[in-house]
């Protein structure tokens, strides 16, 4: 498994991390120690409303946090998906004072998600398209019936046969 350990301060400045951070991060861990994630990304792995939001969730808890997601883009390009589970510090006083935590490397799963959630969606449309398709034979089966009926009602009629016979022909 590609599991990372960090501790950050009150800054969220990295303190400490271990691990297979260069593994999933791209970074040594020189890169990083000292230095917030904004930081080491220059805006690109910003924070998004919703992090920043549970974030905050977990600092008025004061306490331990599982499963939180983050994403994060290496150096070369590379997208990661990094499940986040810690526990916030708190000083003598209440004050937050950072947190520690293990991060693990799920983006392989992310993307098997989204490939059983696409394979769903295709199975769905499939489904739809079936019955529209048999409902669709069904309208045309009572449409021949009844051209029949009619054809019989018009035996003598030749241009009311013409016709049946061209509608015949356009339905097969």
Known sequence: R?????????????????????DVTGLDP?????????EIHQGV?????YEIEQNAKVLEN???????ELFWQRPDGESRTISFSGKPMFNAKGIFS????VGRDITKR?????????AQKMEAVGQLTSGIAHD?????GIIQGNLEILSDTLALDEIGQERIEKVQKGLD
Not at 30 to 38: A, D, N
Not at 62 to 68: L, R, T, Y
Not at 98 to 101: D, I, K, L, S, V
């Open 45 to 49: 792995n910003k924070l998004t409303p």
């Open 62 to 68: 004061k306490k331990p946090f599982s499963d939180f």
């Open 136 to 140: 669709f034979n069904n309208v045309l």
């Open 98 to 101: 950072g947190f520690r935590g």
């Open 110 to 118: 992310k993307h098997l998600e989204q490939q059983v959630r696409r």
């Open 30 to 38: 020189e890169q990083i120690v000292g230095k917030t994630r904004e």
């Open 2 to 22: 590609q599991r990372q350990m960090c501790i950050r301060d009150r800054y969220l400045r990295f303190t400490y991390v271990a691990g297979r951070v260069k």
